[in-house]
């Protein structure tokens, strides 16, 4: 289970030399708009990825007055410290170097519910592969390796295609058909342990809005047109193969796992003819779903939600808190404050940010 046990920030934006002691469970940090409170969200986002949910640009993060930006904190009894500049990252556990981002997100996995974010349900493709590679992540890591030598392969590949260099084209298509392979079959059953789980909760009875997944459904689309076994890789090599002239003549290969996508669809309606409303409550139950997923494995990851009272009414947020607290995973949420929330008292702490300063 990843508990922040305490946190500094010392430059992120409008934060600046920020420490706080979380609480093991529910950490609520209320504030006016504009004071920093998404900001916060974004620093613990960025401790586990070292990477933002709103911007590529470090330079973006980085305070004006500053030169860098630096998180650090006690995760488990784990002393982790991030520092980043325009052109230089350095990330610390227990005062060693890190190998990569990976150990970073083992050790403090996040699950976020963010407006800046978007929906899963009516998200872009983009979003919806995010959501889908890092359950599969925190169950199978070593699939890491898979999706990083994939990337590097379709690299290869779409600058052979560019240059119209058939030649090597063959050893890389037939790299790429084997790795697309343990892709696919990672995310399809990923997928369906998420629709196991779906049914579960149903049965459970635990969340009212729960039932309105009775009727969901997710059609993975593999990123093969119609005719290709993803799982097959003759199949795969084979397709890749034939129409090797069709992806020359448009310089890149436009299709494979990098154009998975699913689509979502309610009593028979596709998620683009839900309404908003629909499309947030559903988001939140696959969110929630994929937290009950991982606690389930023994993986249990900090959760963050953004703007609680912006997005749900009064009972979801009820719900949602209500679901969260039973599954003993710390959580952080930002709110304006101007709706009352019904909050575990025992189990929770509150703070206030104004301008940047957490109190």
Not at 14 to 42: C, D, M, R, W
Not at 48 to 67: M, Q, V
Not at 145 to 160: R, V
């Amino acid at each position: 289970m990843a508990i922040v046990e305490k946190l500094h920030v010392h430059r992120f934006r409008n934060l600046s030399n920020q420490y706080l002691e979380p609480n093991k469970n529910i950490n609520l940090l209320l504030g006016k708009n504009a004071q920093g409170k998404t900001n916060f969200i974004e620093a613990l986002y960025y401790l586990g990825h070292n990477r933002s949910f709103k911007t590529k640009k470090t330079k973006d993060i980085i305070p004006f007055d500053s030169d860098l930006l630096q998180v650090g904190a006690i995760i488990n009894d784990v002393r982790v410290l991030l520092k980043k500049t325009n052109s230089r990252s350095e990330i610390t556990i227990n005062q060693q170097k890190a190998q990569n981002n990976s150990q970073l997100s083992q050790l403090l996995p996040t699950q976020i519910i963010s407006p800046d974010r978007g929906f899963v349900v009516g998200g872009a493709p983009k979003l919806k592969r995010s959501y889908l590679d890092w359950g599969v992540f925190h169950i199978k890591p070593n699939l890491l390796a898979t999706y990083k030598s994939y990337n590097k392969t379709l690299k290869n590949i779409n600058l052979l295609l560019v240059k119209n260099n058939t030649k090597e084209l063959e050893y890389w298509m037939s790299k790429l058909a084997h790795l697309s392979i343990d892709i696919s079959k990672a995310r399809i059953e990923y997928i369906q342990a998420l629709s196991d789980t779906i049914k579960e909760t149903e049965r459970g009875n635990k969340v009212d809005f729960f039932q309105q997944a009775s009727e969901l459904s997710m059609n993975f689309q593999n990123g093969w047109v119609r005719g290709v076994d993803p799982l097959n890789y003759d199949s795969v090599f084979g397709y890749l193969s034939t129409n090797t002239q069709s992806f020359v003549r448009l310089k890149h290969l436009a299709c494979g796992p990098h154009k998975a996508n699913i689509e979502y669809s309610l009593n028979n309606k596709t998620e683009n003819h839900l309404s908003r409303g629909e499309q947030k409550t559903l988001s939140l139950v696959y969110w929630m779903v994929q937290v009950l997923l991982l606690v389930g494995k023994n993986i249990k990851p900090v959760v963050l939600i953004d703007d609680i009272s912006s997005e749900l009414d009064q009972h979801k947020i009820n719900q949602t808190l209500q679901f969260l607290s039973a599954l003993d995973v710390q959580i952080f949420i930002t709110d304006i404050g101007n709706t009352p929330l019904n909050f575990p008292q025992e189990s929770t702490t509150i703070f206030q940010i104004n301008n940047g300063i957490i109190s």
